[in-house]
């Protein structure tokens, strides 16, 4: 049967794949006790649903011929899993000690699992704490009488499919780890606009819907779906005629592509001449190619702490020199700016260690990004000197996050000297006269603006973060994601404020927030008198034909005339205008 789910659409562009449910069973498991004499009866049920799993494995296998790669090995990795005894012999061991289901005795035990994966330094390994969980939601879905026929029926079908991640959600660490497969979409039940889940969808390009609230329970693994990024609706089982048409869309994005990849080389210049410097974020190494395919003319955001997500330990110095050489090399002279850690919040280090803890009902308030660089002296040490070290390969520019006091500024400096000063000690090269500076991300940051200009040497406003703390809403919250407005007059008012501080001074001043990366908003960033862009390497090339077309001396005064409306209808009106 076919039907249509509605989400928020973060990250644009069409697919059409086959679906892959990957989430924590736990959400759907209760926890019973069982008189003794149930006991034998479960196991025996646990044993038919593992025997059943195994058949229905055995049967996909068949038919996937012509599937995907990608789908054959994962088959092979969980028929694996199933041969073991840590996930056929361990849950009825606990079902027989613990007296209770065989649902709950399951997903104790791949809890355990994903734990001991999780600590694996070979990211590979580390990954398939991912196969453990899916293989484990099979089992539970035949227990539950849910069986996931629908894949062996349809994996048939699948030749040249791409597959499309289905989630209840999935976390930034989550995200990055499927950075290697080839996914052709990801679809979740939870998340917002400008959760990190939805800028990694971004900044892999591929189509995004988040926010569908049970789309992973409607859904099975193996159906059709199309993902349409753009409008945030996943049809699924569609017919033949919306398919046909879809694809017909497909191709005429696929074109446009093409037409925009004829501007890789030309200047990012304003019609009245204006040069505007176009940046990439990137999270991790490997993705210099797509900033240098899209035509970027440096790194404007290098969001390091990706570097530490999916593993059990830190990345130590010399690793992590060795990471931000390879960018800094890898870009051949063009500027590089590593930001320093932006963990904690959704980007939690070490979810396990912490999750005993107090509960930390605001974590987006919490000790989070150079907070917590100051609070863990040693670690933040071991970054500075790798980046130090680093800035002799090319020009690397230092960028803090999530400041809002001056002492904080005051002592990332000093903590930055110390760096240098251990370096000079150890005879080690690096620039001494690297910059550093400051994210706008908290209006505080925004509003006292002048402590950073007498402080830093550039500034990066943040508007994901600076969106979220000025209008209090968590940026991965579904539920008030229809409240992140960038055009809130608020919003204007910090964005302008921060741009036009920084001019007067001469200071250098970009947006590295998901706003710098949307074409309808760039006229007004021009307008507002922004000259550094950074964002997606996959929106540099539709950013930057916007500017082709775009005349600042005749847009400003429009810009200027709108800052003075509170209204919102008003601003959208003439933001319309503007765009027209
Ligand atoms: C921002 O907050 O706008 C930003 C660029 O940083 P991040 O999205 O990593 O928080
Ligand atoms: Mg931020």
């Not at 048939?156 to 989630?167: D, F, G, M, S, W």
């Not at 400041?403 to 110390?418: K, M, N, S, V």
């Not at 847009?555 to 205008?577: G, I, Q, S, T, Y």
Request: net charge negative; glycine share 6%; proline share 4%.
């Amino acid at each position: 049967m076919s039907f249509t789910l509605h989400g928020l659409g973060v990250s644009a562009g069409i697919a059409i794949g086959r679906a892959m449910l990957m989430s924590h069973a736990t959400l759907e498991v209760s926890h019973l006790t069982l008189a003794p004499r149930q006991v034998d009866k479960e196991i025996a049920r646990f044993d038919a649903a593992i025997l059943a799993v195994k058949k229905e494995l055995a049967a996909m296998k068949e038919n996937t011929e012509h599937a995907p790669a990608e789908l054959a090995a994962f088959i092979d990795v969980h028929a694996m899993f199933l041969e073991d005894s840590e996930l056929t012999d361990k849950p009825r061991e606990i079902i027989r000690e613990r007296r209770c289901n065989a649902e709950w005795a399951l997903v104790q035990q791949m809890e355990h699992l994903v734990h001991q994966f999780e600590q694996f330094d070979d990211p590979y390994l580390r990954e398939r704490k991912f196969d453990v969980v899916q293989v484990v939601e099979r089992v539970i879905k035949e227990l539950l009488g849910h069986p996931a026929r629908a894949t062996a029926k349809a994996s048939k079908q699948t030749r040249e499919e791409a597959l499309i991640v289905v989630a209840h959600d999935l976390s930034p660490a989550d995200t990055i780890a499927f950075k290697d497969h080839r996914f052709a979409a990801f679809i979740t039940d939870v998340g917002g606009a400008t959760s990190h889940t939805a800028i990694l969808a971004r900044s892999m390009a591929i189509p995004a819907v988040l926010g569908l609230e049970n789309g992973r329970a409607l859904i099975r693994d193996g159906e059709q779906l199309i993902v349409d990024g753009m409008r945030g609706v996943v049809i699924v089982n569609p017919d033949p005629r919306v398919l046909e048409e879809y694809r017909l869309r497909m191709e005429q994005i696929e074109l446009e592509k093409t037409k925009l990849r004829q501007l890789k080389d030309s200047p990012a210049q304003t019609l009245d001449g204006v040069d505007i410097a176009l940046h990439a974020n990137i999270e991790l190494p490997g993705d210099i190619r797509d900033a240098l395919d899209g035509g970027a003319e440096g790194i404007g955001l290098f969001r390091t702490e990706f570097l530490f997500l999916n593993r059990g330990d830190m990345p130590d110095e010399q690793e992590q020199y060795e990471a931000y050489k390879k960018v800094v090399k890898g870009m051949g002279g063009r500027p590089v700016t590593i930001r320093t850690f932006d963990l904690g919040a959704d980007k939690d280090l070490n979810p396990e260690a912490t999750a005993g803890d107090r509960v930390k009902t605001n974590p987006a308030l919490g000790r989070r990004a150079i907070r917590l660089s100051l609070a863990e002296p040693k670690m933040f040490q071991i970054q500075l000197r790798a980046i130090l070290r680093a800035s002799r390969h090319g020009p690397i520019k230092l960028l803090i996050p999530m400041l809002a006091h001056a002492h904080e500024i005051d002592q990332t400096l000093a903590a930055i000297e110390q760096a240098k000063s251990s370096l000079r000690g150890e005879k080690i090269a690096f620039d001494e006269n690297i910059q550093v500076g400051g994210m706008i991300e908290i209006p505080a940051a925004a509003l006292a603006v002048g402590i950073f200009l007498r402080r830093l040497d550039f500034l990066s406003i943040g508007t994901n973060d600076l969106i979220q703390y000025t209008l209090a809403i968590d940026r991965s919250d579904e539920q008030v994601a229809a409240l992140y407005d960038p055009l809130h007059p608020a919003v204007l008012m910090l964005l302008a404020h921060t741009i036009a501080s920084a001019e007067k001074v001469g200071i250098p001043v970009s947006v590295c927030g998901e706003t710098a990366g949307d074409p309808k908003l760039t006229r007004l960033l021009l307008g507002m008198g922004l000259r550094i862009f950074s964002m997606h390497p996959s929106q540099v090339l539709k950013v930057k034909s916007r500017i082709l077309k775009s005349d600042i001396s005749e847009l400003a005064p429009n810009v200027r005339k709108m800052l003075r409306l509170d209204e919102p209808a008003k601003l959208r009106e003439a933001l319309e205008k503007l765009n027209s």
